[in-house]
């Protein structure tokens, strides 16, 4: 199912689809590009607090135009495909080059949404990525918070966004 | 020809290596963030630099500033998430010769270093 089709058929609203459309765009773009990965996105999620099923996430925190952080959450297995597809070799540990790798694919995810969004001013910070199984994610309560679960080869993983002023915030001119 | 190749990720520091060892190019100086590349590139002449726009201590665009004010006209590519018209503007005005936004794919790179690259 395309995200186009996924997103027509949860009926998410327009408001919603603004968020979620160009990160689900940017996400399956950054895998294409950097690992040549299929992705597909097969699910959306809204709500409030998230704790992540997965062994490694990235966080970029979001200022600016919107305040928040995005969020993205691998498995252990898919973080040592993506560091083989990376590297050449494969980890066996979540050693210093799978956290920079999960720092660096939040990194583009994070950028190459921010640019899509369409919204003026908004700033990113640098990444910072949390390991072990069972870490918790939680959003702040005001934040208005989409999570996007992504199928790939070698397993899913989540695309968390996370963030206030969405309603107040004003588009770019082209 | 010597490349001065600056990124706070190790693993975006070994694709471009990786990409510029494929055109022939093996001198490379890394650098992990803005200041340690000022620092390498007042220590060593390049030929050419690669830079990543934010990184700790000093931003790619601090590089870009810094290397200008020292007068020097080495060609600099900045690779980087951020592709904003107004940032891409303010990179050009800075002295930046190329821009080259993240994700990429590995042609995309190719074709930016075959423009300055001569071994």
């Given at each position: 199912m395309t995200t186009s089709s996924l997103i027509s058929t949860l009926k998410v609203s327009e408001e919603r689809q603004r968020l979620i459309q160009p990160f689900a765009n940017c996400t399956k773009d950054v895998f294409s590009m950097m690992l040549n990965w299929e992705t597909e996105l097969t699910g959306i999620f809204s709500m409030d607090g998230f704790v992540s099923q997965y062994d490694c996430s990235g966080f970029i925190g979001v200022s600016g135009a919107l305040q928040g952080s995005i969020v993205v959450s691998v498995d252990q297995i898919v973080a040592f495909a993506a560091a083989e597809a990376f590297l050449g070799s494969r980890p066996n540990s979540i050693n210093a080059e799978v956290i920079d790798m999960v720092g660096e694919l939040t990194n583009m995810i994070a950028g190459a949404g921010k640019d899509r969004?369409?919204?003026?001013g908004i700033a990113l910070g640098l990444p910072t990525v949390i390991t072990g199984r069972g870490h918790t994610v939680t959003f702040a309560n005001s934040a208005h918070v989409e999570i996007l679960q992504f199928s790939s080869p070698h397993g899913p993983f989540t695309v968390e966004i996370g963030v206030r002023g969405l309603k107040n915030a004003t588009s770019k001119s082209k | 020809m010597k490349v001065l190749v600056a990124d706070d990720s190790g693993i975006m520091r070994k694709i471009i290596v990786r990409s510029l060892n494929s055109v022939g190019v093996t001198d490379i100086v890394e650098a992990a963030n803005g200041q340690e590349a000022i620092d390498r590139f007042k220590e060593t002449p390049v030929d050419l630099i690669l830079t990543d726009?934010?990184?700790?201590?000093?931003?790619g665009l601090d590089v870009v500033i810094e290397v200008r004010a020292m007068g020097s006209q080495v060609p600099i590519i900045m690779v980087t998430t951020e592709a904003q018209k107004g940032q891409v503007i303010a990179a050009i005005q800075a002295g930046v010769n190329d821009y080259l936004t993240k994700p990429f794919e590995a042609d995309d790179l190719r074709a930016k270093l075959d423009k300055f690259v001569t071994v």
């Open positions: 969004i369409g919204i003026a | 726009w934010n990184m700790p201590e000093k931003s």
